[in-house]
């Protein structure tokens, strides 16, 4: 660990962003408005199919998914708080997933922080939704509530940032912005993967399904 921000060097070339102003317009209002509840969420994610080709899907999401801002990092908050919400976690079978007690920090707020120092794209967190919802639909027990729903963000995150973005940091350092151990995130990154089969592609139909669910949540909020 290095001690900062600083990305870690491999082989292909890193490209450095300009970080955007965090802003959310809200947006005209829509016919016909489409909100998924959240247990259709892990259907959604399993009806549609897989790109085995990483390169190609980057490329046909481009061509047909809407645009990636910053409302879309609003829009997973506001997401995860109804989820969270909606399902306590009281008597729940506890996974590594799940915290002791209840984060201070509230969903939303953590949401945020995760944008403010992982540094990556928005498009992330419409990947770490898809990752949250293919997790609970192969393990029911997980849930999104009130205990879980931070860790599940966190670890899904990072596997989004790895596959999608091309500026990564050491593990360390995702791990103090997300407020666990190294060693703990370590463990439930390979969890993680290996629960998803280590199948991180998104197909562009299942990407834009859930990049609209959070853009209309953003505009509802």
Same mark, same amino acid.
């Given at each position: 660990?290095?001690?900062?921000?600083?990305?870690?060097?491999?082989?292909?070339?890193?490209?450095?962003?300009?970080?955007?102003?965090?802003?959310?317009?809200?947006?005209?209002?829509?016919?016909?408005?489409?909100?998924?509840?959240?247990?259709?969420?892990?259907?959604?994610?399993?009806?549609?199919?897989?790109?085995?080709?990483?390169?190609?899907?980057?490329?046909?999401?481009?061509?047909?998914?809407?645009?990636?801002?910053?409302?879309?990092?609003?829009?997973?908050?506001?997401?995860?708080?109804?989820?969270?919400?909606?399902?306590?976690?009281?008597?729940?079978?506890?996974?590594?997933?799940?915290?002791?007690?209840?984060?201070?920090?509230?969903?939303?707020?953590?949401?945020?922080?995760?944008?403010?120092?992982?540094?990556?794209?928005?498009?992330?967190?419409?990947?770490?939704? %898809? &990752?949250?919802?293919? =997790?609970?639909?192969?393990?029911? $027990? !997980?849930?999104?509530?009130?205990?879980?729903?931070?860790? *599940? +963000?966190?670890?899904?995150?990072?596997?989004?940032?790895?596959?999608?973005?091309?500026?990564?940091?050491?593990?360390? %350092? &995702?791990?103090?912005? =997300?407020?666990?151990?190294?060693? $703990? !995130?370590?463990?439930?990154?390979?969890?993680?993967?290996? *629960? +998803?089969?280590?199948?991180?592609?998104?197909?562009?139909?299942?990407?834009?399904?859930?990049?609209?669910?959070?853009?209309?949540?953003?505009?509802? =909020?």
């Amino acid at each position: 660990d290095s001690g900062g921000m600083a990305p870690r060097c491999a082989s292909r070339a890193w490209k450095t962003r300009v970080r955007p102003t965090l802003t959310c317009t809200k947006a005209a209002p829509r016919r016909a408005a489409w909100h998924p509840s959240p247990a259709a969420l892990p259907a959604a994610a399993a009806a549609v199919p897989l790109v085995a080709d990483a390169t190609q899907a980057r490329s046909d999401r481009l061509n047909a998914v809407g645009p990636c801002g910053d409302e879309l990092v609003l829009g997973l908050g506001v997401v995860l708080a109804r989820m969270a919400s909606s399902s306590l976690g009281v008597g729940q079978k506890r996974t590594a997933f799940h915290s002791t007690e209840v984060p201070r920090i509230s969903v939303g707020d953590y949401v945020l922080r995760l944008y403010a120092h992982f540094r990556c794209s928005p498009s992330c967190f419409v990947f770490a939704l %898809v &990752y949250m919802g293919r =997790a609970v639909g192969l393990r029911p $027990e !997980l849930g999104v509530n009130r205990f879980s729903c931070h860790r *599940l +963000l966190a670890c899904s995150l990072l596997l989004a940032v790895k596959f999608q973005d091309d500026t990564i940091y050491a593990n360390s %350092v &995702y791990a103090k912005v =997300a407020g666990v151990a190294l060693g $703990e !995130l370590n463990d439930l990154e390979r969890a993680m993967l290996k *629960l +998803l089969g280590y199948r991180l592609q998104v197909a562009p139909e299942e990407f834009e399904l859930y990049r609209r669910l959070l853009a209309e949540a953003a505009g509802a =909020a």
